[in-house]
């Protein structure tokens, strides 16, 4: 009876005490509650009123660029990266800027665009111009409202998914080095293979009433761990030790094996480095074509990147054989010993237990809305997505502007160059 007294009398000084001095605690919880959904809705608000604009991109029928030329346009991408001070990232809702690069395939018509802030349509002009100074470059409605604002419904089925990588980031796809495209002006025409030339021409026989949306959303790699897992994957193929930042016990714990190795095993220590040197030695030939590929990959610019598409069709002319096909097209960019893209189950409007229909449906929506707002990185489509890291060049790869060497009838060209007036010419 006591304890029972004496534990109701602990409890009601507790509450006491809590009510007397709220003021001290309460806030502290109620940041803890609900900053994620403060820190949301100033982003949110940030991004919802900046007005955001779809540019077309035109190329000429004897442009003879590489896709090296597109690294130099997503340098400048990158140079937008810009993650901002505290104030204006939980306060005015900062978000580092990102592009949508869009390749569209509509009843045999294939069109290029840039989805973009305005505040960056100068910037993304004069840096394709300096690669395309002839191509045509304009500001056009965005051609995702010509469709309803929800999808699938009675009269358009869709089908759609995103990609990620089989491997970690650092490892490279494919790139247009492979394929023969690194010089496009001088190489012999039977060696030039064009990755996107198959893509291009199933886009372009695609019949009226189908069409098919194909989105690289991207935006500046901010953090350099992609990097950081290449070089400790380098050092694994290596067989060397892969050096970590020690916290304070790993420290202690150095230290005193350094005293013991001093007094006991300072003589084991050169068979290890010539154990290490002969690992190196005797690496095999695709040990050391990964590394070198790691190496040269990671050299290079990253973007943390998202690859989504859609495939939309009217009922009556709904062919499943595009699922596969668009498929098929983008794993050509695999390697069996470097990486390739799968599909991201989680977004894939396919599956097969529980609910199928019901979820489908509800997944089919969700990316239909997710493609229209151009939404990956932030709320409100951004849980189920993955984004990777790709290097410039591999990003080129994937989303280049065709040259010569791709001839499908279908791909815009505009038949004259563009050129600039003369400069004595009287005003």
């Not at 995702?144 to 929800?150: C, F, G, L, Q, V």
């Not at 495209?181 to 001088?186: Q, R």
């Not at 709904?318 to 799968?342: D, E, H, M, T, W």
């Amino acid at each position: 009876m006591v304890n029972i007294l004496l534990n109701d009398s602990i409890v009601k000084e507790a509450f006491y005490w809590l009510g007397h001095t709220w003021f001290f605690w309460a806030p502290f919880i109620l940041v803890l509650l609900f900053w994620e959904t403060w820190v949301r809705y100033v982003r949110a608000f940030s991004i919802f009123k900046r007005n955001y604009i779809v540019l077309e991109i035109k190329i000429p029928r004897d442009v003879a660029k590489s896709p090296q030329a597109m690294e130099s346009i997503f340098a400048g991408i990158h140079g937008t990266g810009r993650s901002g001070n505290l104030v204006e990232r939980y306060w005015h809702g900062w978000v580092t800027a990102w592009f949508s690069l869009e390749i569209v395939g509509d009843g045999g018509e294939i069109h290029f665009y840039i989805w973009t802030h305005d505040f960056f349509k100068k910037m993304i002009e004069s840096q394709i111009y300096a690669q395309y100074p002839s191509c045509e470059i304009k500001v056009v409605e965005d051609y995702t409202k010509d469709m309803p604002s929800a999808l699938p419904n009675q009269e358009w089925s869709i089908w759609g998914s995103e990609y990620v990588h089989t491997m970690p980031d650092a490892y490279p796809i494919r790139t247009y080095e492979d394929f023969a495209l690194e010089d496009i002006g001088t190489k012999e025409e039977e060696r030039k293979i064009d990755p996107l030339s198959s893509l291009f021409e199933f886009l372009g026989n695609l019949r009226p009433g189908e069409k098919i949306w194909i989105q690289i959303l991207t935006r500046p790699a901010m953090s350099d761990r992609w990097k950081k897992e290449g070089e400790a994957l380098v050092a694994k193929i290596a067989g060397k030790v892969v050096k970590t930042t020690p916290n304070f016990i790993t420290q202690i714990v150095d230290i005193i094996h350094g005293a013991i190795l001093a007094v006991f095993g300072a003589a084991a220590e050169p068979s290890k480095k010539k154990e290490d040197q002969f690992r190196i030695i005797n690496l095999s030939p695709g040990e050391r074509s990964t590394m070198e590929a790691i190496e040269t990959n990671i050299s290079k610019i990253g973007l943390e990147t998202c690859i989504r598409w859609i495939y939309l069709a009217r009922r009556d002319v709904y062919n499943f054989l595009a699922v596969p096909a668009i498929n098929g097209i983008f794993k050509q960019f695999s390697s069996q010993s470097l990486n390739g893209f799968k599909g991201n189950g989680k977004v894939v409007t396919s599956v097969n237990y529980w609910f199928e229909e019901t979820r489908n449906t509800l997944r089919k929506i969700r990316l239909y809305k997710a493609y229209r707002l151009r939404s990956v990185f932030h709320p409100p489509y951004n849980g189920r997505s993955k984004p990777m890291v790709l290097s410039s060049s591999e990003l080129a790869t994937i989303y280049h502007f065709p040259g010569m060497v791709v001839s499908a009838a279908a791909v815009p060209r505009i038949d004259a160059k563009r050129g600039t007036p003369p400069t004595n010419l009287p005003v």
